[in-house]
């Protein structure tokens, strides 16, 4: 059996659940080599998981050439995510890349166009479809369990402390991308048009309320548009918590994440009464669906691996990431021009490339202090 070598670029935060990842697996694959720019980041991840001989690089050109490898997780700031992929798709490896898949549209298709020109796989993070919950919510809705779905709403509501944005990278549109919309709420629009496809248009507005070392938003709200239904996409990062919830209020039940089922049924005057038969019915089925093994990065790198061990397209496809930045430049583009934004986003919109964010987007504050490095380099997934 062919072991598929594995590359990790970029040594800080995310780069764990991926090395978790791989390691779970069994002999499928190997980490072989890890980059990043600063040494003490590649030598604490070999320490901490015990990676053991491993090839160590800091500009990972050196590692393009590489017979030994065949997979790649990018675990690098949202800027470089376009740039570093191809690098690697024209040299012949397959590629996972952390979200969001870039910040812009325009390179979200220059990615594309180098995963189609040189035949291999392209997958975008997306861990949280990997929840039971989210497959339990998938099923109802597919299978028509629920009826026709007339009102989503999903959130992001976490917080996040000023020095947050210290980070080099974080907190301007050149190197972040965005704000909480880009780089959180991320997760939950996925999800979102992966369950429902993409909107007819969407309203936004944002602020940044809170973070004054940040040119980008902290607070968007968020109305698409579907054909007989609406959906609210809300993201903060001034509530104090780290809620990811979902809501689908369908024509038979409401069914959320935390898990809830809630049906009604009419009285004669038209006000509501509980419909126990109907939860029991969607309870049960709910119960009948496997629980996944594997969640969230774990059970994504299974499936990038057995994707490219099996030729076959993974469960979150390149499309995928790029449906979610088209809908976030859509919202970008609605909160600044103020008014609705009707989808596709087309090549020529100001909103398509980089450039054209940088200049239009609304600046909250300018970013005044950085670091290189922050002291905890732990997050909450
Ligand atoms: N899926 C998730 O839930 C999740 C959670 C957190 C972060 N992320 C994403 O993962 C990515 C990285 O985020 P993070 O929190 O790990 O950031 P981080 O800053 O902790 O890690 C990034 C690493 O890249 C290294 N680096 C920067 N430029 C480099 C270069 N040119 N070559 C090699 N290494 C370089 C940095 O030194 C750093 O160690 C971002 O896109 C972020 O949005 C995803």
Same mark, same amino acid.
């Given at each position: 059996?062919?072991?598929?070598?594995?590359?990790?670029?970029?040594?800080?935060?995310?780069?764990?659940?991926?090395?978790?990842?791989?390691?779970?697996?069994?002999?499928?694959?190997?980490?072989? %080599?890890?980059?990043?720019?600063?040494?003490?980041?590649?030598?604490?991840?070999?320490?901490?998981?015990?990676?053991?001989?491993?090839?160590?690089?800091?500009?990972?050109?050196?590692?393009?050439?590489?017979?030994?490898?065949?997979?790649?997780?990018?675990?690098?700031?949202?800027?470089?995510?376009?740039?570093?992929?191809?690098?690697?798709?024209?040299?012949?490896?397959?590629?996972?890349?952390?979200?969001?898949?870039?910040?812009?549209?325009?390179?979200?298709?220059?990615?594309?166009?180098?995963?189609?020109?040189?035949?291999?796989?392209?997958?975008?993070?997306?861990?949280?479809?990997?929840?039971?919950?989210?497959?339990?919510?998938?099923?109802?809705?597919?299978?028509?369990?629920?009826?026709?779905?007339?009102?989503?709403? /999903?959130?992001?509501?976490?917080?996040?402390?000023?020095?947050?944005?210290?980070?080099?990278?974080?907190? #301007?549109?050149?190197?972040?991308?965005?704000?909480?919309?880009?780089?959180?709420?991320?997760?939950?629009?996925?999800?979102? /048009?992966?369950?429902?496809?993409?909107?007819?248009? =969407?309203?936004?507005?944002?602020?940044?309320?809170?973070?004054?070392?940040?040119?980008?938003?902290?607070?968007?709200?968020?109305?698409?548009?579907?054909?007989?239904?609406?959906?609210?996409?809300?993201?903060?990062? /001034?509530?104090?918590?780290?809620?990811?919830?979902?809501?689908?209020? %369908?024509?038979?039940?409401?069914?959320?994440?935390?898990?809830?089922?809630?049906?009604?049924?009419?009285?004669?005057?038209?006000?509501?009464?509980?419909?126990?038969?109907?939860?029991?019915?969607?309870?049960?089925?709910?119960?009948?669906?496997?629980?996944?093994?594997?969640?969230?990065?774990?059970?994504?790198?299974?499936?990038?691996?057995?994707?490219?061990?099996?030729?076959?397209?993974?469960?979150?496809?390149?499309?995928?990431?790029?449906?979610?930045?088209?809908?976030?430049?859509?919202?970008?583009?609605?909160?600044?021009? #103020?008014?609705? =934004?009707?989808?596709?986003?087309?090549?020529?919109?100001?909103?398509?490339?980089?450039?054209?964010?940088?200049?239009?987007?609304?600046?909250?504050?300018?970013?005044?202090?950085?670091?290189?490095?922050?002291?905890?380099?732990?997050?909450?997934?």
């Amino acid at each position: 059996m062919h072991i598929l070598g594995v590359a990790v670029i970029g040594c800080g935060g995310i780069s764990k659940a991926h090395v978790e990842g791989y390691q779970a697996l069994g002999q499928e694959c190997e980490i072989r %080599c890890l980059c990043d720019i600063y040494p003490q980041k590649m030598e604490s991840l070999k320490q901490q998981y015990m990676l053991g001989n491993l090839v160590e690089v800091e500009d990972y050109h050196q590692l393009l050439d590489r017979k030994d490898i065949d997979l790649v997780s990018i675990c690098l700031p949202p800027s470089l995510h376009c740039q570093v992929s191809v690098d690697f798709l024209r040299a012949g490896k397959h590629v996972l890349c952390e979200k969001p898949m870039a910040p812009s549209l325009a390179e979200c298709d220059i990615m594309m166009k180098a995963e189609i020109e040189s035949g291999k796989m392209l997958s975008i993070v997306s861990q949280n479809r990997f929840k039971t919950d989210t497959m339990r919510m998938k099923a109802l809705i597919e299978g028509g369990k629920l009826g026709k779905v007339l009102l989503a709403r /999903v959130n992001s509501m976490w917080w996040r402390g000023s020095k947050y944005y210290d980070l080099w990278w974080r907190g #301007t549109y050149e190197k972040e991308g965005g704000g909480c919309t880009l780089n959180h709420a991320v997760h939950q629009i996925d999800i979102l /048009v992966w369950l429902l496809g993409m909107p007819q248009s =969407v309203y936004s507005v944002m602020s940044n309320v809170a973070h004054t070392n940040s040119e980008v938003e902290d607070l968007s709200l968020s109305i698409l548009t579907y054909p007989g239904m609406l959906a609210q996409v809300d993201a903060a990062l /001034v509530d104090h918590d780290e809620k990811q919830e979902f809501f689908f209020a %369908c024509e038979k039940a409401t069914v959320g994440i935390p898990w809830m089922v809630k049906a009604c049924k009419q009285r004669p005057n038209g006000f509501l009464e509980p419909n126990l038969e109907q939860e029991r019915e969607l309870n049960r089925f709910v119960e009948t669906l496997p629980m996944l093994e594997k969640e969230r990065h774990a059970a994504q790198i299974e499936d990038v691996v057995q994707a490219v061990l099996s030729d076959r397209t993974p469960c979150v496809t390149s499309k995928d990431g790029r449906n979610a930045v088209e809908l976030i430049s859509a919202m970008y583009k609605s909160a600044t021009c #103020t008014h609705s =934004v009707i989808l596709p986003l087309e090549s020529e919109d100001p909103f398509y490339t980089q450039e054209g964010m940088m200049r239009h987007a609304v600046r909250y504050y300018k970013k005044q202090q950085s670091v290189d490095n922050l002291e905890d380099a732990g997050i909450t997934l």
